[in-house]
Protein backbone atom coordinates (compact mmCIF):
# COMPACT_ATOMS: atom_id res chain seq x y z
CA UNK A 1 0.00 0.00 0.00
CA UNK A 2 1.26 3.34 -1.09
CA UNK A 3 -0.41 6.52 0.64
CA UNK A 4 1.09 9.92 -0.83
CA UNK A 5 0.51 13.50 -0.98
CA UNK A 6 -2.50 14.87 -3.66
CA UNK A 7 -3.45 18.85 -3.42
CA UNK A 8 -7.04 17.58 -5.25
CA UNK A 9 -7.86 14.95 -2.49
CA UNK A 10 -7.47 14.38 1.46
CA UNK A 11 -5.58 11.25 0.87
CA UNK A 12 -4.81 8.99 -2.63
CA UNK A 13 -3.69 5.44 -1.96
CA UNK A 14 -2.43 2.76 -4.43
CA UNK A 15 -3.20 -1.02 -3.56
CA UNK A 16 -4.05 -4.23 -5.62
CA UNK A 17 -7.56 -5.81 -4.73
CA UNK A 18 -7.50 -9.36 -5.20
CA UNK A 19 -10.91 -10.04 -4.41
CA UNK A 20 -12.84 -7.02 -4.84
CA UNK A 21 -16.51 -7.10 -3.41
CA UNK A 22 -19.48 -5.98 -5.18
CA UNK A 23 -19.19 -2.37 -4.84
CA UNK A 24 -15.35 -2.31 -5.57
CA UNK A 25 -16.27 -4.22 -9.06
CA UNK A 26 -19.03 -1.99 -9.68
CA UNK A 27 -16.58 1.24 -9.10
CA UNK A 28 -14.02 -0.48 -11.28
CA UNK A 29 -16.33 -1.21 -14.13
CA UNK A 30 -17.78 2.15 -14.08
CA UNK A 31 -14.68 3.25 -14.70
CA UNK A 32 -13.97 1.12 -17.12
CA UNK A 33 -16.47 1.46 -19.68
CA UNK A 34 -16.83 4.95 -19.02
CA UNK A 35 -13.19 5.27 -19.97
CA UNK A 36 -12.50 3.01 -23.25
CA UNK A 37 -14.76 2.68 -26.42
CA UNK A 38 -17.09 -0.27 -27.02
CA UNK A 39 -14.55 -2.07 -29.66
CA UNK A 40 -11.42 -1.52 -27.02
CA UNK A 41 -13.34 -3.29 -24.40
CA UNK A 42 -13.39 -6.84 -23.18
CA UNK A 43 -17.17 -7.24 -22.00
CA UNK A 44 -16.81 -6.98 -18.08
CA UNK A 45 -17.86 -10.78 -17.23
CA UNK A 46 -14.26 -11.42 -19.07
CA UNK A 47 -12.48 -8.89 -17.37
CA UNK A 48 -14.20 -9.80 -13.92
CA UNK A 49 -13.08 -13.29 -14.78
CA UNK A 50 -10.03 -12.92 -15.13
CA UNK A 51 -9.95 -10.89 -11.64
CA UNK A 52 -11.40 -13.62 -9.66
CA UNK A 53 -9.14 -16.19 -11.26
CA UNK A 54 -5.79 -13.76 -11.23
CA UNK A 55 -4.83 -13.36 -14.74
CA UNK A 56 -5.09 -9.64 -14.39
CA UNK A 57 -4.10 -8.26 -11.36
CA UNK A 58 -6.14 -5.49 -10.41
CA UNK A 59 -4.77 -1.70 -9.21
CA UNK A 60 -7.15 0.53 -7.56
CA UNK A 61 -6.25 4.09 -5.98
CA UNK A 62 -8.60 4.92 -3.59
CA UNK A 63 -9.24 9.07 -2.17
CA UNK A 64 -11.60 9.03 1.47
CA UNK A 65 -12.56 5.04 0.82
CA UNK A 66 -14.01 5.77 -2.69
CA UNK A 67 -12.16 3.88 -5.65
CA UNK A 68 -11.15 7.01 -8.68
CA UNK A 69 -8.78 4.77 -10.59
CA UNK A 70 -8.20 1.22 -11.50
CA UNK A 71 -5.48 -0.38 -13.40
CA UNK A 72 -5.57 -4.07 -14.89
CA UNK A 73 -1.93 -5.57 -15.13
CA UNK A 74 -1.15 -9.10 -17.05
CA UNK A 75 2.01 -10.43 -16.15
CA UNK A 76 4.07 -12.17 -19.27
CA UNK A 77 5.40 -15.33 -17.54
CA UNK A 78 8.71 -16.08 -18.09
CA UNK A 79 9.52 -12.85 -19.71
CA UNK A 80 10.11 -9.74 -17.71
CA UNK A 81 7.24 -7.72 -19.37
CA UNK A 82 3.44 -6.91 -17.60
CA UNK A 83 1.10 -5.68 -20.21
CA UNK A 84 -0.74 -2.31 -18.35
CA UNK A 85 -3.72 -3.68 -19.74
CA UNK A 86 -5.90 -0.82 -19.20
CA UNK A 87 -5.38 2.76 -17.04
CA UNK A 88 -8.12 5.24 -16.43
CA UNK A 89 -9.54 7.25 -14.16
CA UNK A 90 -13.07 8.54 -12.57
CA UNK A 91 -14.23 11.07 -15.28
CA UNK A 92 -14.59 13.43 -11.82
CA UNK A 93 -11.03 13.46 -10.90
CA UNK A 94 -9.32 13.53 -14.32
CA UNK A 95 -6.61 16.04 -15.41
CA UNK A 96 -5.48 15.49 -11.74
CA UNK A 97 -2.41 14.23 -12.15
CA UNK A 98 -3.78 10.69 -10.58
CA UNK A 99 -2.13 8.90 -13.57
CA UNK A 100 1.15 10.15 -13.43
CA UNK A 101 0.94 9.60 -9.49
CA UNK A 102 0.36 5.85 -10.31
CA UNK A 103 2.96 5.32 -12.86
CA UNK A 104 5.68 7.31 -9.79
CA UNK A 105 4.55 4.23 -7.46
CA UNK A 106 4.65 1.65 -10.26
CA UNK A 107 8.16 2.74 -10.95
CA UNK A 108 10.94 1.60 -8.03
CA UNK A 109 8.25 -1.66 -8.03
CA UNK A 110 8.93 -2.46 -11.41
CA UNK A 111 12.47 -1.43 -11.02
CA UNK A 112 13.07 -3.89 -7.69
CA UNK A 113 12.05 -6.89 -9.72
CA UNK A 114 13.57 -6.08 -13.19
CA UNK A 115 10.37 -5.67 -15.05
CA UNK A 116 8.53 -3.30 -16.96
CA UNK A 117 5.52 -2.28 -18.23
CA UNK A 118 3.95 -2.64 -21.84
CA UNK A 119 2.05 0.19 -22.95
CA UNK A 120 -0.63 -0.46 -25.60
CA UNK A 121 -1.13 3.46 -27.19
CA UNK A 122 -3.42 3.92 -29.96
CA UNK A 123 -1.34 5.10 -32.82
CA UNK A 124 -1.60 9.11 -33.31
CA UNK A 125 -0.59 9.06 -36.60
CA UNK A 126 -4.29 7.42 -37.65
CA UNK A 127 -7.87 8.02 -36.48
CA UNK A 128 -10.77 11.02 -36.03
CA UNK A 129 -8.88 11.86 -32.67
CA UNK A 130 -5.65 12.13 -33.55
CA UNK A 131 -5.16 14.87 -30.89
CA UNK A 132 -5.90 12.87 -28.16
CA UNK A 133 -4.33 10.14 -29.59
CA UNK A 134 -1.21 12.17 -29.55
CA UNK A 135 -1.70 13.63 -26.16
CA UNK A 136 -2.29 10.31 -24.58
CA UNK A 137 1.45 9.22 -26.02
CA UNK A 138 3.15 12.87 -25.14
CA UNK A 139 1.56 11.48 -21.56
CA UNK A 140 3.62 8.53 -21.46
CA UNK A 141 6.62 9.98 -22.77
CA UNK A 142 6.78 12.93 -20.21
CA UNK A 143 6.69 9.98 -17.37
CA UNK A 144 9.59 8.12 -18.68
CA UNK A 145 8.15 5.85 -21.23
CA UNK A 146 10.08 5.05 -25.00
CA UNK A 147 8.28 4.04 -27.96
CA UNK A 148 9.15 1.17 -30.05
CA UNK A 149 10.04 2.79 -33.11
CA UNK A 150 8.18 1.19 -36.34
CA UNK A 151 6.46 -1.36 -34.41
CA UNK A 152 2.60 -1.58 -35.10
CA UNK A 153 -0.14 -3.77 -34.29
CA UNK A 154 -4.08 -4.03 -35.02
CA UNK A 155 -5.82 -4.63 -31.82
CA UNK A 156 -9.02 -6.66 -32.67
CA UNK A 157 -12.35 -5.54 -32.31
CA UNK A 158 -13.26 -6.99 -28.73
CA UNK A 159 -16.89 -6.48 -28.65
CA UNK A 160 -17.75 -4.80 -31.91
CA UNK A 161 -16.19 -2.16 -34.27
CA UNK A 162 -13.06 -1.81 -36.47
CA UNK A 163 -9.86 -3.06 -35.52
CA UNK A 164 -7.64 0.15 -33.75
CA UNK A 165 -4.32 0.47 -34.80
CA UNK A 166 -1.46 0.64 -31.87
CA UNK A 167 1.77 1.23 -31.14
CA UNK A 168 3.85 -0.01 -27.80
CA UNK A 169 6.23 1.68 -25.20
CA UNK A 170 8.49 0.74 -22.64
CA UNK A 171 8.39 1.84 -19.11
CA UNK A 172 9.99 2.49 -17.29
CA UNK A 173 12.87 2.92 -19.73
CA UNK A 174 14.95 -0.33 -21.18
CA UNK A 175 18.27 -0.36 -20.60
CA UNK A 176 19.75 1.44 -23.98
CA UNK A 177 18.20 2.66 -27.69
CA UNK A 178 17.69 -0.69 -28.98
CA UNK A 179 16.02 -3.74 -28.21
CA UNK A 180 16.12 -7.17 -29.65
CA UNK A 181 13.20 -7.57 -32.33
CA UNK A 182 12.99 -11.82 -31.26
CA UNK A 183 12.24 -10.20 -28.04
CA UNK A 184 9.60 -8.02 -29.55
CA UNK A 185 8.08 -10.65 -31.80
CA UNK A 186 7.94 -13.06 -29.14
CA UNK A 187 6.33 -10.23 -27.01
CA UNK A 188 3.72 -9.32 -29.60
CA UNK A 189 3.04 -13.22 -30.16
CA UNK A 190 2.11 -13.38 -26.35
CA UNK A 191 -0.23 -10.66 -26.53
CA UNK A 192 -2.00 -11.57 -29.26
CA UNK A 193 -2.18 -15.09 -28.17
CA UNK A 194 -3.37 -14.00 -24.06
CA UNK A 195 -4.96 -11.64 -24.19
CA UNK A 196 -7.00 -11.38 -27.67
CA UNK A 197 -6.74 -15.54 -28.46
CA UNK A 198 -5.79 -14.94 -32.13
CA UNK A 199 -3.35 -17.41 -33.19
CA UNK A 200 0.45 -16.84 -34.74
CA UNK A 201 -0.28 -16.46 -38.23
CA UNK A 202 -2.82 -14.07 -37.73
CA UNK A 203 -0.20 -12.08 -34.90
CA UNK A 204 2.35 -12.09 -37.51
CA UNK A 205 -0.49 -11.38 -40.70
CA UNK A 206 -1.89 -7.93 -37.99
CA UNK A 207 1.51 -6.86 -36.62
CA UNK A 208 4.53 -5.20 -38.53
CA UNK A 209 7.71 -3.30 -37.94
CA UNK A 210 10.28 -5.74 -36.19
CA UNK A 211 10.02 -9.08 -38.40
CA UNK A 212 13.13 -8.22 -40.88
CA UNK A 213 14.91 -6.32 -38.46
CA UNK A 214 17.37 -7.57 -36.02
CA UNK A 215 17.02 -4.43 -33.64
CA UNK A 216 14.12 -2.15 -32.74
CA UNK A 217 15.06 1.67 -31.83
CA UNK A 218 13.18 3.00 -28.88
CA UNK A 219 12.61 6.57 -28.42
Do not use: C
Not at 20 to 32: G, W
Not at 89 to 102: A, E, L, Q, S, V
Not at 138 to 164: C, D, H, I
Amino acid sequence: MNRMSNPYTDELVFEALQTPDEKEYAAVLSIYKNSFPKNERHPEGVIRERIEKGSNQLMVGKTNGQIIFMALLWPLNDTPFILLDYMATDPKYRNKKIGTRFLAHMKPVLKASNRYFILEAENPATGLNREERAQRVNFYRSNGAKQLMGVQFLLPALQEGSTTEMILMIFPGWPGNFISSEIVAELIRRIYKELYNVNEADALANSSGYLNKTTIALY
